[in-house]
């Protein structure tokens, strides 16, 4: 059974650099084909993909998100870390980690961390 | 970046058919865009239905289906549920990257 559960600050300042780490159970990121990715909500608002990393380490972002991510990878410890530079209120939303099976894309999901971004 | 477009809001009376729409600003949708769905309800996490534009998951109820229509992927619910009633998400692959519609509310009424 995969199961993905994301941990993170639940409220930071303007400016600050978000860090969000996902744990995961079930599956291996070493194994060929396998992915996790991370994907935003604002309140109200569209699902929004920010990032991929694969089992071999190739790194995928959104393009309007990229300067401001990196995403990276603990085998051993199946996680997967996403940071985020430069936090702004816009920011504010439900951030998710998905399962990334081949060529299912985010087929299971944690249950999201809400994250607040307000001085 | 590639901007993927769905309706705003549909509404379909239970029992009935109702098909949901995917758009890409970058043209015609086709495979190589490997359209999934997911399914959203208030207050939960999205749960996938379709990948690669018709292949259901093992939980996918039958009802469910996904195509290529028009140009466009497409999700048809046939014999619509009340507990259907949901925000839907397409989402497409594109030069490397994923992007996610805006979103269709589906109210069953």
């Known amino acids: 059974q995969i199961t993905l559960k994301e941990s993170g600050p639940t409220l930071v300042k303007p400016t600050q650099t978000l860090t969000l780490t996902c744990t995961f159970s079930?599956?291996?990121?070493?194994?060929?084909?396998?992915?996790v990715g991370w994907i935003r909500q604002p309140p109200g608002k569209a699902l929004e993909w920010l990032s991929l990393i694969y089992w071999d380490d190739d790194k995928r972002y959104s393009p309007s998100l990229k300067t401001r991510l990196t995403i990276t990878k603990d085998t051993s410890k199946n996680q997967v870390v996403l940071t985020m530079t430069n936090m702004d209120p816009v920011d504010t939303a439900t951030y998710y980690c998905?399962?990334?099976?081949?060529?299912?894309?985010?087929?299971?999901w944690g249950q999201g961390t809400v994250v607040t971004v307000s001085s | 970046q590639t901007v993927v477009t769905q309706e705003p809001s549909l509404t379909v009376s239970p029992g009935g058919t109702v098909t949901l729409t995917c758009a890409s600003s970058t043209g015609a949708v086709t495979s190589s865009y490997y359209p999934s769905w997911f399914q959203q309800k208030p207050g939960q996490a999205p749960r996938a239905l379709i990948y690669s534009t018709s292949n259901k998951h093992s939980w996918t109820p039958a009802r469910f289906s996904g195509s290529l229509l028009g140009g466009k992927a497409a999700l048809t619910l046939s014999g619509v549920q009340p507990e259907d009633e949901a925000e839907f998400y397409c989402l497409l692959y594109s030069d490397g990257t994923w992007v996610f519609g805006g979103g269709t509310k589906l109210t069953v009424l």
């Open positions: 998905a399962h990334q099976g081949g060529v299912k894309p985010f087929d299971i």
């Open positions: 079930g599956f291996s990121l070493s194994t060929p084909a396998v992915g």
